[in-house]
């Protein structure tokens, strides 16, 4: 057995280790924890100093938002602000700015776009890239994120989109899509809401086109489009269907009159620009129009055209056929003249 005298010293020491283990735990325990909030600090520096990127970088437990140079130029706020989320509440000039901030840190707002308004006042398109770090009790600890300008990118997208819906040798709609956005638009008419349709094609241009070659039977194509684009109203809504085949939909024409008119007008523009243009020969055009009616759809509207039109042309051609929307009820049709 092991004297008392003995015994109390040894568990006098043991405890003492165990004391300074402790201690010695600890220390090091918070000395790793300041080495790695060091170590984010230092790297946050660096992310928000040695870069032309728009960035920043929101420390949650303390309210502070920091931005680096760039970004704090592109949003008009300083680079470092304290109290964030109580400022972005504050009717202020920065208040716009603080609140794109808060949006670009939501969960959802990753690799999504963004709208803003630069300092100089121009209008820029943003993708936000954002990363939320949580500390072990799953509170938010900070929030990174970088605002890219791709506002060059979304114009090529959108010059892109363009020309894939755009006719490349008349500059109105292709076929197709003319197809699908009258299809889409021309359903479930109200009575206040209606309209009127035509079809037109050049007289004999396939003839035209073999005597006269393809780059004249071009510029015509392009005559017949100008003179469409002139006359019509910028709400209309024009395509070539195809060859030589144009389309317009006119919405809120509501008078068989005034689209009579309208068809006259256009047989003459044609040819008469055809002759300023230095067409040698006459260009004339048919024409097949109809009014719209609540059951109408784009189907329906292209076919009684089409009737129309293959009417105008069954009369000798260089006129057209305005129907009521009734194969029965025609008015106003042109007198076709000699080709």
């Known amino acids: 057995m092991i004297p008392t005298e003995i015994h109390i010293p040894l568990l006098i020491f043991l405890f003492a280790i165990f004391w300074l283990l402790s201690i010695l735990g600890t220390v090091y325990y918070f000395h790793q924890l300041l080495r790695r909030e060091r170590k984010l600090k230092d790297g946050m520096d660096q992310l928000l100093t040695f870069t032309d990127l728009c960035t920043f970088v929101f ?3 303390k309210d502070t938002m920091r931005l680096s140079a760039a970004c704090a ?9 304290d109290n964030f989320t109580e400022k972005c509440q504050e009717d202020s000039d920065q ?3 603080c609140q794109s901030l808060l949006q670009a840190m939501t969960p959802e707002a990753d690799q999504q776009r963004m709208q803003l308004t630069r300092a100089n006042g121009s209008y820029g398109t943003y993708r936000v890239t954002n990363r939320i770090y949580y500390t072990k009790n799953e509170e938010i ?7 890219t300008d791709i506002t060059q990118e979304v114009h090529r997208e959108e010059h892109l989109a363009l020309h894939a819906q755009i006719d490349g040798l008349t500059h109105v709609y292709n076929s197709g899509t003319v197809r699908r956005l009258l299809s889409d638009t021309m359903t479930d008419f109200d009575e206040n809401d209606l309209g009127a349709f035509l079809i037109l094609d050049i007289d004999n241009f396939k003839k035209f086109n073999d005597l006269y070659g393809h780059q ?10 100008r003179v469409l684009k ?11 269907l195809g060859g030589d085949e144009f389309c317009a939909y006119l919405p809120g024409l509501s008078s068989i ?8 007008r256009l047989n003459q523009s044609v040819t008469e620009t055809a002759v300023a243009e230095g067409i040698k020969v006459p260009v004339t055009i048919s024409i097949g129009a109809t009014m719209l009616h609540t059951f109408d759809d784009f189907l329906t509207a292209y076919d009684r055209a089409d009737q129309a039109l293959y009417a105008a042309k069954e009369k000798g051609r260089n006129g057209y056929v305005a129907r009521e929307g009734r194969a029965e009820t025609e008015t106003n049709e042109a007198t076709p003249q000699n080709q």
């Not at 009159?257 to 006259?264: A, D, H, I, K, P």
């Open 216 to 225: 004249t039977g071009d510029q015509v194509l392009r005559i017949v489009a």
């Open 257 to 264: 009159g005034f689209l009579s008119s309208l068809c006259e």
């Open 73 to 81: 130029s592109l949003l008009g706020l300083p680079e470092e602000v």
């Open 95 to 97: 208040h716009k700015s």
């Open 59 to 61: 420390d949650m437990r």
């Open 141 to 147: 600890d900070y929030i990174i994120g970088i605002l």
């Open 230 to 240: 002139e006359q019509l109203r910028v709400n209309d809504v024009i395509g070539r």
